[in-house]
Each structure stands twice: as structure tokens, then as C-alpha cells.
């Protein structure tokens, strides 16, 4: 009995003390309720500004949180998202003890408008062609790009690479085809082409041919060797073989007919596309590549080699309405090497070129290195002073489309990683990045 | 009748024990001893004199195994003791028996196989040889007074060196410029011919076939009275080299790889001659003259990818070479001397170019020796070299380039248990200065009893490489003044040789140290490819040799190993991004050779096993060469078929396990193969 008395009293106090605790919650808090919305909600890329508008009802103080880091404590945000990938955005709101929180998640991508491909050469008695995937407005490089999305490597050594139709072809030398891949993917899905392929060094699209300049064998034993493959490019294959001695290297058309510098000739080739017919413009010295200007016209370089001496190097001009070479611009020491030696800038109005020139070394010996000189294209002459000079190893230039940054290309060994160091505009180093081995030249798309 | 040549006396320390256990053999039947002639140095003797001499013969040169190492570990090449003035330098001779098991092949072939050296090889067209991690240009190949390699490129192709032409073959690790003259940095190959001062005539005639139509069709004559002796030698060798491999590159319409596949367009066509007139004066006085004729061509082996891409594609190369070396000497006073002069013509061919990359060579050495005491000797001597360049791309300016060398050797006995030898060596090369060159080494027999010595040695040696002429003249990218590369090489070593009743063998451990300095590389410098000599290379490691030979009745059992370590590590180089600190490419870290011959009366048998470690191929981490092990077998039998003819058949089979492996990156060698040749032997 005295036990179920105490029971009965101790509950009663329970109850006691169970109302007084009710009557403290009955403090009405405020009903915090957190909520936001983003603009723009699809569609966001990196570097894209997303505005967070706040939401809430019933509170005073904010936290908003990007993947669990806090940004700011504003009601109202805006965030700058420099990189793509998913952020888990959170708000806080508060008021005194009320608490309410809402996450919501914001997708940023990145759709660059050109991607660039920088193209490492390897060494022709060792390691094949790896390419290197080249972003540097958003400081994005990966080697051994063309392995990670087909993978599977190279098995050539890319003389040079073109973007045609949406589609990059290679120039593979040993072992010696023409492969292409889809210029968007990068996937390769077929085999290259190898029939009537000998050693391909060049090549240029026009309508549904690819014109691919071949030296088809040691051409410096033998200059009749060499030929124009037309390549069909419906049914990719090797429709005609042009005879074209002389060693073609650049090629490029204009006013509707094939240009071919000729790497052991001192002349220019020209071919009639609707008759294949050959004739040749005279040029001062033997020369291996073009670039062409808005009259259609073109700048073509002028080299001195080992068979073809000449003091005559540099730049020529040649007018392809009437097929004269117009004008000679000297530059010593222009590079002689089969690599991107001739870059452009955006609006053509300087060609950085690939040449060499002599240094004082620190122990006071002169050395030969390397060093890109500027032509002027409205003054019609190379400055004085060289973009940069002194630079082992250097092995191509090239204008980045995106950012105009000039990138010189450096393999000093056949074995190891080479480097692109990105010059601004105004001749100061940006960055250097390291490549694959032996980097000469980079091809953008759209 | 048994030979008995004068260096078997100078064979390995345990050769001594391993001569009784043969005349141990050879003395138990009773029959055969009755019958024993002994022909020593052209002398005939009756079988009970005959028999007494090799008795007390015997009990000599056991005496002089236990009480002097004077003559003990000499290592004799073309009858040159090349190891008198080197005292703790490692100077190997290859077994007979592994020589003959490698006659038919190549130089290339008996390294790989028997030695822990490095070769970067392509299929048996194209090989050079790496000694302790160094470039193919820091070992010269020696041959007579030349030294074989290009003066162009460097190297030798090991691969057109023919074993069948020599009669044995020496291997000095480590520099040794000092002997040798430029370009010994690394080691050191001699090859080796015998003389035989034959009455009469005999031949040696023999035929080889193998896998992926390998042929070897050889022939050696001797004819001579004693007095005078001709040798020829001659070999055709051919082998189409279409053996099959897995071919890993990628087919886009098949989704796979291209799978098995036949190497293509590699086939091997050499050919050569090698003819020596010697004259006997008198005894220790003689003429000696050698030329060596090789037309070698063969085509350029194609990597596996443009093997099955481009499978019509060839590229030839073809090797023209005349060598000459004629050689008087006189060692019959305390005063010996030793005269001789040479000419050399190299070419060599690419896709039948015109475009010619030749060179001549007219050498002359004139050396002499004194023997103050027996304990005491020393030798000077001076070494002419011209050469005249025949190369397209060089300025017409230069028409030759003399070098001379001026050496000096030094060899001392103390208290007949060391021995100390110095060499010094100045080069003049015309306008060009190369470095003072010594060496010193020393060993020092520790232990000395009847059944065992263990030695100690060590050896100092710098040394030194000539740019090669296309290093210096090469087009307008070629340096004249390049500094020559330089190389300092520390040597300490410990041998033991035992002879316990029916064992006997030897056991050596080498430390070594070598360090390279301007070592050449052709770099991309701004206007096109140029030779760079800043970076330093540092190799060093341990190598073990052991071999041991077990005496049971008529069974022979010889079981050895050889083992290398070997870091290599470039410390500078140019450009940023080479990698420092790591392992050389195409130098294994780890190589081994494991071999066991038994031998019953007349049969022989044989099995190794070769290691090579996993090889970077490049400055990155990816292309790596895996480690490879290879086992092979050979069995030999002789049948005399009376007492002048004698017939010899032999069979090898290589790669038994059928390992798909590569030498060179991206190009494969071959599996399993197998070779069987004949040798009829006429008197």
C-alpha cells in the first residue's frame, strides 16, 4: 500500500512539473522558413555569375554555404563560379532559437569555344606522337590526351596535323598514313590511310580532297621520289598521285589552284586543280611553308640548307593572280626545321617566325639558339629587336586564337617531356607548361 | 697427343687444378698414356719422354699455382698478355665451350647470353653494346692494333662481328683508356685469333641452318711448315628474319589488337673474309699480318607498328670494312719490342645512298718492352693514327687529322705477393686537346695454399673518348672544339679460387665506380640537332662471376653465374624537364647469366639462362622495357671419325619458354628458335 501511494505522488509531481515546462513553450518563437531561388537556374558555365535571391520568411540573420564552406551572410548573393562542376549551395536563416535551412544544388559547365591540341612529335627512331590537350584560358592541360580517349597510342610520328570539315587529319610517318579523328571527340574509329602514302609531310583540303604532299622515300638521295596524293575524302582513299619532284612540303590553295613549297627546288610549285598542270615560280632559295593573307596572296618562308645554300632567307611574297614572286624579306638564320615555323597572329598583322641567332654564352662563347623574330605585315619588315631569343631547344611557335598569347614550342631531347612557354603580347613570359616529348605545333577548332 | 698451349699455364687461377684432373684423366688409362705424344712448341717426343715431361710438366706448373701468382689470372689474347700491365682491372676471357657454343652467331648473340652486359639489339641486324651503363661509343673493340669502331658514329654494330672468325674472345670492364687508347671508357672487347703453326694442312670446314632461314656456311684453312703459317677464314652468313611475334598496335575496324604477326623486311645478308700470313723467325721472334674483309648489309629492322601498316616498306644499310694489321715483334731478350702498322677503310651505306660517310685509317704502334728483373718490367711506346674523312657533309677543308699517342707502362712485383702496375698515356690529336690519361692498380694475393688463393685487388683508371668526327664536323651543326669526354673508374675487387679434389672454381666480386663527365648527347639546339657534352653520368655497382668445374670419372660438370648490379644515374644534363637522378635508359639495374655445361667423353651439354631487369626506354615513366628471362639449351657431339678427320654436330635451341620480348622499344625479337650446324674437321 505504501509503495502504491509514493508511485501516485511522484507522478503527480511529474505532471506538475510537465505542465510548467509546457506553459515556458508556449513562448511563441518566430516559424523561420528558409528558401532561395538562382538566376540563371540552367545553363551556367564557368566563369558565369549566378544571382541567389533570398527567400526566407521570419528571419534575421543568413548563412549561405558552397560546399559546406561559408561564402557570405548578405540576403541577397552573387557568386562567380570559376570552375565547372556540381555546388551544393545552402542557406541558413535564423532568427534567435528558430532555425531553418534549404539546399539546392547549381550545375556549372564548361563549353569552351575553341579547344586547342598541342602536337608532340616523339622521336622518329622512338616514342610515337602524343597530343597534348591545350586550354590555357582556363589553365587546362592534359598530355596524353589522344591515349586517354581512344585508348590506345599513336603509332606514328605526326608530321603535321590539319582541321578540315570538322574532322583532324595527321601526317603519321613511320609508320606512314594519313589518320584523322573527329575534331569534336578526338575519337579515332578507322584505320588511317596507307595505300600510295610514302612518308606525308603536308597536306590541304579543298572541297572533298584532301591534297597531301608525300616525298615518297629519301628524297634528299632522289627528288623525283616525291608527289600529291589526292585523297577523296568520301571514300578515303588515294584517287590520283600527282608527280611533283622537288620535295613539296607546305601547301596551301589560293585564287583556285594548289601551291606547293618545294623543300629541294628553288621554286614554288604551281597546280592547276582542274588539269593537274604544273609550273613553277622562281624563288630566291628553297622554301617549306605558306601563309596566306585576306587578298589571297601569300608569305612563303625561304630557307637555307645543307644541298640548297642561299643567302637569300626569310620571307617572300607571292602574288597568286598573276603567280610572280613580288618581294623578298630578309631574315637570317630562318629556321630550316619540319615544324610549325610560321605563326600568324588573329588579325594578320604579324607573322612570328622560327629562326636562330647567335648568343653569348656566360663563359663568353657564341652559341647558336633559338629565337622568333616578328614581321610586320603593314610595314612589310621584320623588327629589329627579336620577340624572344636565346631559347634551347626551340622547336615551333603558335598564336593561341583565345588568348593571343604566343607560344614557343621547346624540345631540347628526342628522349624527354618538352615544354610551350606562352609569351604575352608585349614579348613577357605568361607560363610555362610541360608537354609531350617534342611539342611543334598546336591546332585549335571552333 | 694432346696440345698443350703455352697460356693454359696463364688460364684462371683453378685451371691449374682443373689441368691435373685432366691428367689425372688422361694418365688413368694406362693405354692412352703409352700412346701420349706431347707437341710442345713443335717438339715430337717419344711417349715414355713424352710422358715424363707431362708429369713433371704438371708438378711445374702446380708449383708455379701455389708459389707464384706471377702468372696466375693473366688473361692472353692473340697471344698479348693483356692483362700483365693492368693489376686489379677485371679482365674477363670467355670458356671455350661457351665460345664454341657461340661460333655460329654474332658477338651480340655470346654476350647476351653469357655475360650480364647490356645490348640494346633489333632482331639480329643491329646491336650495340652498353658495358656498365655507358654509351655503345665508350667500349672499343679491339683487333689487333684497331679499334673496329666507326670513326663517324662511334659504335659498332656488334652484330657484324662474326664469331666464327676468332678463335676466343676478351672483355676488360671498366676504363681502360690508358691501354687502349681513347674511347675505352666503359670496357674494352678483344678479339682474339690463335696461332697454330700447323705443318702441314688442315681445314675446318662448317655449315649451320636455323630458324627463319638462318644460314652459315664457314671455312678455316691452315696450311704452314712450322715456320710459316697462312690462315683463311671465311663465312657467308644469311638469315631472312621473318619470325613471328604478337603485334600489339591497334586495329580500328577490328576493335583489337593486330595479334600475331611476321616480322617483315629484316633479313641479315654478311659476308667476310679473314686472312693472316705468319712467319716464325725463331723462337719468340715473328711476323704476324691479318686482313679482315666484311661486306655486310642487311635491312633495317622496321618497328612493329610500320611492320604491319607499311609491311612493303625497306630501308637497306650496308657495311663496307677493310682491315689490316701486320705486326713484328721480338720477345726473345730482356729487351722486346713489337712494331706494327695498319689501314683501315670504313663505309657505310644507307638506302644506297651516294652520298658517302667513309673513312681511312693508316695506324702505326711501336712499343718495346724491358724486363729490368723478374720482378720488375716496363714498356713505352707510341701510337700513330691518320685519318682522312670522306663524308659528304663535311667541310672540304678537312682532309685529315692526325693522332698520336704516347704510353707508358709500369709492372713490379713485391715480395711475391703484390703486384703494382701505372700506365700513363698522352694523346696529341690535331687541333684538338685531349687529357693525361694514368692508371694504376694493384693486387695483392692475401692467401696462397695448396688448395686455394684469395686475392684483392684495385684499380684506378682515367680515361677518355675523342668527340667522334661527326660530333665535330657533322654539317654546320658538328663542334670542333667539344670537350672530350672524360671518365674516372675505381676498381676493388676480391677473388677466390679453390681446388678441392674433384671441385675447383673461382669466385670474384667486383665494387666499381665510374664517373662520366661531358658526355656527349646530340640535343635540338635552335637551328637543328647539335652535340651537347654538359650532362655527367655516374654508374656504379657490384658485379659477381663465379664458375666451378666438377671432375667425376669421365663427366665434366661446369655450373656458373654471373650477376650485375649496376645504378646509373645522369646528375646534369641539359634542359628542364630531363630527368635527373633515375636510372639510365636502356640500362637494366639488375642483370644475370646462369649456365651449366656438362660434358661425357664426347658429348656436351648445355643450358642457361639469362636475365636482363626492366629498362626505361625514355625520360618518362611510361615505354618501359619488363624484365626478361631467357632459357637455352645446346647439346654438341664430336665423333672422331679417324685421326685425321673429325666431325662435330651441334644444336641450340634459344628462348625455349617462347617468350615474346622487345630489345629496342617497339621492335620484338624472336621467339623460340633453334640452330644446327657442322663441323667436319680435317686433321
Given at each position: 500500500m505504501k509503495k502504491r501511494f509514493g508511485f501516485l505522488a511522484i507522478t503527480m509531481v511529474a505532471s506538475a512539473l510537465a505542465f510548467v515546462s509546457c506553459d515556458k513553450d508556449d513562448e511563441k518563437l518566430p516559424e523561420v522558413k528558409a528558401c532561395f531561388e538562382f538566376t540563371p537556374a540552367t545553363d551556367i558555365e564557368k566563369g558565369d555569375t549566378v544571382s541567389f535571391s533570398n527567400c526566407s520568411s521570419e528571419a534575421e540573420k543568413y548563412t549561405w554555404k558552397s560546399n559546406n564552406e561559408i561564402v557570405a551572410n548578405d540576403e541577397h548573393i552573387s557568386i562567380v563560379f570559376e570552375d565547372e562542376g556540381e555546388y551544393i549551395i545552402t542557406l541558413i536563416a535564423e532568427n534567435g532559437n528558430a532555425v531553418d535551412s534549404v539546399t539546392q544544388s547549381v550545375l556549372v559547365s564548361y563549353e569552351p569555344e575553341t579547344m586547342s591540341y598541342i602536337i608532340n612529335y616523339g622521336s622518329y627512331s622512338g616514342d610515337k606522337s602524343t597530343i597534348t590537350l591545350f586550354n590555357e584560358a582556363v589553365n587546362e592541360v592534359e598530355n596524353g590526351y589522344y591515349n586517354s580517349v581512344n585508348n590506345t597510342d599513336m603509332v606514328s610520328n605526326v608530321q603535321y596535323a590539319y582541321e578540315y570539315n570538322g574532322t583532324f587529319f595527321f601526317m603519321g610517318n613511320n609508320a606512314d598514313q594519313v589518320f584523322y579523328v573527329d575534331a569534336q571527340t578526338f575519337e579515332q574509329t578507322k584505320n588511317g590511310i596507307t595505300t600510295d602514302i610514302v612518308k606525308p609531310r603536308y597536306c590541304v583540303g579543298n572541297e572533298n580532297t584532301l591534297y597531301v604532299s608525300c616525298w615518297g622515300g629519301d628524297i634528299w638521295t632522289d627528288i623525283s621520289f616525291s608527289y600529291i596524293a589526292k585523297v577523296d575524302l568520301i571514300t578515303n582513299e588515294v584517287t590520283a598521285k600527282i608527280a611533283l619532284p622537288g620535295g613539296p612540303e607546305g601547301l596551301e590553295i589560293a585564287n583556285g589552284k594548289l601551291y606547293a613549297a618545294l623543300n629541294y627546288m628553288d621554286s614554288v610549285a604551281v597546280i592547276d586543280l582542274a588539269n593537274n598542270v604544273i609550273s613553277y615560280i622562281a624563288t630566291p632559295a628553297v622554301s617549306s611553308y605558306f601563309v596566306k593573307d585576306e587578298s589571297e596572296n601569300l608569305y612563303v618562308s625561304l630557307l637555307s640548307t645543307y644541298g640548297n645554300p642561299s643567302d637569300k632567307t626569310g620571307l617572300g611574297y607571292i602574288n597568286t593572280s598573276s603567280d610572280t614572286f613580288e618581294a623578298s624579306y630578309d631574315l637570317a638564320g630562318i629556321s630550316t626545321g619540319y615544324v610549325n615555323i610560321l605563326a600568324p597572329n588573329n588579325d594578320l598583322s604579324k607573322i612570328y617566325t622560327l629562326a636562330s641567332s647567335w648568343v653569348e654564352e656566360a663563359d663568353g662563347t657564341w652559341v647558336q639558339k633559338g629565337s622568333v623574330a616578328v614581321f610586320d605585315v603593314a610595314s612589310k619588315a621584320f623588327e629589329t629587336a627579336m620577340f624572344v631569343e636565346g631559347v634551347a631547344g626551340i622547336n615551333g611557335v603558335a598564336v593561341d586564337k583565345t588568348t593571343g598569347n604566343i607560344l614557343v614550342m621547346v624540345a631540347e631531347s628526342a628522349t624527354a617531356n618538352g615544354k610551350v612557354m606562352s609569351y604575352k603580347a608585349d614579348g613577357t613570359l605568361n607560363k610555362e607548361y610541360e608537354t609531350g616529348i617534342a611539342p611543334f605545333m598546336m591546332l585549335t577548332v571552333e | 697427343m694432346i696440345f698443350i698451349e703455352t697460356n693454359f699455364i696463364g688460364g684462371l687461377v683453378g685451371s691449374g687444378c682443373k689441368f691435373f684432373m685432366l691428367l689425372a684423366k688422361q694418365l688413368k688409362d694406362v693405354r692412352k698414356v703409352t700412346h701420349l705424344l706431347l707437341t710442345l712448341r713443335g717438339l715430337q717426343l717419344p711417349r715414355r719422354v713424352a710422358l715424363a715431361l707431362l708429369v713433371s710438366l704438371s708438378i711445374s706448373l702446380n708449383a708455379q699455382y701455389t708459389n707464384d701468382t706471377v702468372h696466375i689470372d693473366e688473361v692472353v689474347i692473340s697471344s698479348v698478355n693483356i692483362s700483365k700491365f693492368q693489376a686489379g682491372a677485371k679482365i674477363e676471357k670467355i670458356p671455350t665451350k661457351q665460345f664454341e657454343v657461340a661460333k655460329d652467331g654474332n658477338l651480340e648473340q655470346l654476350i647476351s647470353r653469357y655475360t650480364p652486359i647490356g645490348v640494346k639489339s633489333m632482331a639480329g641486324s643491329f646491336s650495340t653494346i652498353r658495358f656498365r651503363g655507358t654509351s655503345p661509343d665508350h667500349t672499343s673493340i679491339n683487333f689487333?692494333?684497331?679499334?673496329?669502331?666507326?670513326?663517324?658514329?662511334?659504335?659498332?654494330?656488334?652484330?657484324?662481328?662474326?664469331?666464327?672468325?676468332?678463335?676466343?674472345?676478351?672483355?676488360?670492364?671498366?676504363?681502360?683508356?690508358?691501354?687502349?687508347?681513347?674511347?675505352?671508357?666503359?670496357?674494352?672487347?678483344?678479339?682474339?685469333?690463335?696461332?697454330?703453326?700447323?705443318?702441314?694442312?688442315?681445314?675446318?670446314?662448317?655449315?649451320?641452318?636455323?630458324?627463319?632461314?638462318?644460314?652459315?656456311?664457314?671455312?678455316?684453312?691452315?696450311?704452314?711448315?712450322?715456320?710459316?703459317?697462312?690462315?683463311?677464314?671465311?663465312?657467308?652468313?644469311?638469315?631472312?628474319?621473318?619470325?613471328?611475334?604478337?603485334?600489339?598496335?591497334?586495329?580500328?575496324?577490328?576493335?583489337?589488337?593486330?595479334?600475331?604477326?611476321?616480322?617483315?623486311?629484316?633479313?641479315?645478308?654478311?659476308?667476310?673474309?679473314?686472312?693472316?700470313?705468319?712467319?716464325?723467325?725463331?723462337?719468340?721472334?715473328?711476323?704476324?699480318?691479318?686482313?679482315?674483309?666484311?661486306?655486310?648489309?642487311?635491312?633495317?629492322?622496321?618497328?612493329?607498328?610500320?611492320?604491319?601498316?607499311?609491311?612493303?616498306?625497306?630501308?637497306?644499310?650496308?657495311?663496307?670494312?677493310?682491315?689490316?694489321?701486320?705486326?713484328?715483334?721480338?720477345?726473345?731478350?730482356?729487351?722486346?719490342?713489337?712494331?706494327?702498322?695498319?689501314?683501315?677503310?670504313?663505309?657505310?651505306?644507307?638506302?644506297?645512298?651516294?652520298?658517302?660517310?667513309?673513312?681511312?685509317?693508316?695506324?702505326?704502334?711501336?712499343?718495346?718492352?724491358?724486363?729490368?728483373?723478374?720482378?720488375?718490367?716496363?714498356?713505352?711506346?707510341?701510337?700513330?693514327?691518320?685519318?682522312?674523312?670522306?663524308?659528304?657533309?663535311?667541310?672540304?677543308?678537312?682532309?685529315?687529322?692526325?693522332?698520336?699517342?704516347?704510353?707508358?707502362?709500369?709492372?713490379?712485383?713485391?715480395?711475391?705477393?703484390?703486384?703494382?702496375?701505372?700506365?700513363?698515356?698522352?694523346?696529341?690529336?690535331?687541333?684538338?686537346?685531349?687529357?693525361?690519361?694514368?692508371?694504376?692498380?694493384?693486387?695483392?694475393?692475401?692467401?696462397?695454399?695448396?688448395?686455394?688463393?684469395?686475392?684483392?685487388?684495385?684499380?684506378?683508371?682515367?680515361?677518355?673518348?675523342?668527340?667522334?668526327?661527326?660530333?665535330?664536323?657533322?654539317?654546320?651543326?658538328?663542334?670542333?672544339?667539344?670537350?672530350?669526354?672524360?671518365?674516372?673508374?675505381?676498381?676493388?675487387?676480391?677473388?677466390?679460387?679453390?681446388?678441392?679434389?674433384?671441385?675447383?672454381?673461382?669466385?670474384?666480386?667486383?665494387?666499381?665506380?665510374?664517373?662520366?663527365?661531358?658526355?656527349?648527347?646530340?640535343?635540338?639546339?635552335?637551328?637543328?640537332?647539335?652535340?651537347?657534352?654538359?650532362?655527367?653520368?655516374?654508374?656504379?655497382?657490384?658485379?659477381?662471376?663465379?664458375?666451378?668445374?666438377?671432375?667425376?670419372?669421365?663427366?665434366?660438370?661446369?655450373?656458373?653465374?654471373?650477376?650485375?648490379?649496376?645504378?646509373?644515374?645522369?646528375?646534369?644534363?641539359?634542359?628542364?624537364?630531363?630527368?635527373?637522378?633515375?636510372?639510365?635508359?636502356?640500362?637494366?639495374?639488375?642483370?644475370?647469366?646462369?649456365?651449366?655445361?656438362?660434358?661425357?667423353?664426347?658429348?656436351?651439354?648445355?643450358?642457361?639462362?639469362?636475365?636482363?631487369?626492366?629498362?626505361?626506354?625514355?625520360?618518362?615513366?611510361?615505354?618501359?622495357?619488363?624484365?626478361?628471362?631467357?632459357?637455352?639449351?645446346?647439346?654438341?657431339?664430336?665423333?672422331?671419325?679417324?685421326?685425321?678427320?673429325?666431325?662435330?654436330?651441334?644444336?641450340?635451341?634459344?628462348?625455349?619458354?617462347?617468350?615474346?620480348?622487345?630489345?629496342?622499344?617497339?621492335?620484338?625479337?624472336?621467339?623460340?628458335?633453334?640452330?644446327?650446324?657442322?663441323?667436319?674437321?680435317?686433321?
Open positions: - | 689487333g692494333g684497331i679499334n673496329i669502331n666507326s670513326m663517324t658514329l662511334g659504335h659498332s654494330n656488334i652484330s657484324n662481328v662474326p664469331m666464327f672468325l676468332f678463335d676466343e674472345l676478351g672483355m676488360q670492364f671498366g676504363s681502360s683508356s690508358a691501354v687502349n687508347g681513347s674511347g675505352s671508357i666503359g670496357g674494352a672487347i678483344h678479339l682474339g685469333l690463335k696461332n697454330y703453326w700447323v705443318k702441314g694442312f688442315k681445314t675446318e670446314m662448317r655449315m649451320a641452318i636455323g630458324s627463319f632461314g638462318e644460314q652459315l656456311y664457314g671455312t678455316k684453312l691452315f696450311y704452314g711448315n712450322g715456320k710459316f703459317e697462312g690462315v683463311t677464314r671465311a663465312y657467308w652468313y644469311r638469315k631472312e628474319n621473318n619470325f613471328s611475334f604478337y603485334n600489339p598496335t591497334y586495329n580500328f575496324e577490328s576493335k583489337g589488337a593486330y595479334g600475331e604477326d611476321v616480322q617483315r623486311n629484316a633479313s641479315i645478308d654478311n659476308k667476310g673474309l679473314l686472312q693472316e700470313f705468319n712467319f716464325l723467325f725463331k723462337s719468340r721472334v715473328l711476323f704476324k699480318s691479318k686482313i679482315w674483309i666484311e661486306n655486310n648489309q642487311h635491312l633495317i629492322q622496321q618497328n612493329m607498328q610500320r611492320n604491319v601498316m607499311n609491311p612493303d616498306y625497306k630501308e637497306t644499310y650496308e657495311d663496307h670494312h677493310l682491315r689490316i694489321w701486320t705486326t713484328f715483334e721480338n720477345r726473345r731478350h730482356r729487351i722486346k719490342y713489337n712494331i706494327g702498322s695498319g689501314y683501315v677503310y670504313d663505309n657505310g651505306i644507307h638506302n644506297e645512298t651516294t652520298n658517302k660517310i667513309a673513312t681511312h685509317r693508316m695506324l702505326a704502334d711501336a712499343n718495346s718492352e724491358y724486363d729490368l728483373t723478374s720482378n720488375t718490367s716496363f714498356k713505352i711506346g707510341v701510337k700513330q693514327v691518320h685519318i682522312i674523312p670522306d663524308v659528304y657533309t663535311y667541310d672540304s677543308a678537312l682532309h685529315h687529322e692526325n693522332r698520336t699517342d704516347l704510353y707508358f707502362s709500369y709492372h713490379q712485383i713485391i715480395l711475391r705477393k703484390i703486384k703494382l702496375t701505372a700506365n700513363l698515356r698522352k694523346g696529341y690529336v690535331t687541333n684538338y686537346t685531349v687529357p693525361f690519361t694514368p692508371a694504376f692498380g694493384l693486387s695483392y694475393r692475401v692467401y696462397s695454399g695448396r688448395a686455394a688463393v684469395l686475392k684483392f685487388n684495385a684499380n684506378f683508371s682515367r680515361s677518355y673518348r675523342v668527340p667522334t668526327f661527326n660530333d665535330r664536323f657533322w654539317g654546320t651543326q658538328g663542334k670542333p672544339h667539344l670537350p672530350p669526354e672524360e671518365g674516372l673508374n675505381y676498381e676493388l675487387g676480391v677473388e677466390y679460387s679453390y681446388c678441392y679434389d674433384v671441385l675447383s672454381g673461382n669466385i670474384k666480386a667486383n665494387v666499381f665506380y665510374l664517373d662520366v663527365e661531358n658526355w656527349i648527347l646530340w640535343k635540338n639546339g635552335g637551328s637543328g640537332w647539335v652535340p651537347e657534352s654538359e650532362p655527367k653520368v655516374k654508374s656504379k655497382g657490384i658485379e659477381i662471376v663465379s664458375d666451378f668445374s666438377f671432375f667425376l670419372s669421365d663427366f665434366e660438370i661446369n655450373p656458373g653465374f654471373n650477376f650485375s648490379y649496376n645504378p646509373v644515374v645522369p646528375e646534369k644534363t641539359t634542359g628542364d624537364t630531363a630527368v635527373l637522378g633515375r636510372q639510365l635508359e636502356y640500362v637494366p639495374l639488375h642483370g644475370a647469366s646462369v649456365f651449366l655445361s656438362a660434358n661425357y667423353k664426347s658429348l656436351n651439354v648445355g643450358i642457361d639462362y639469362s636475365y636482363r631487369g626492366e629498362q626505361y626506354t625514355n625520360q618518362k615513366y611510361e615505354d618501359i622495357l619488363p624484365e626478361v628471362g631467357l632459357f637455352n639449351v645446346s647439346a654438341g657431339y664430336s665423333y672422331k671419325i679417324n685421326e685425321y678427320n673429325k666431325i662435330a654436330l651441334r644444336v641450340l635451341v634459344n628462348n625455349i619458354l617462347n617468350i615474346d620480348y622487345q630489345s629496342t622499344w617497339d621492335f620484338p625479337m624472336p621467339r623460340r628458335n633453334f640452330r644446327l650446324s657442322i663441323t667436319y674437321n680435317f686433321k
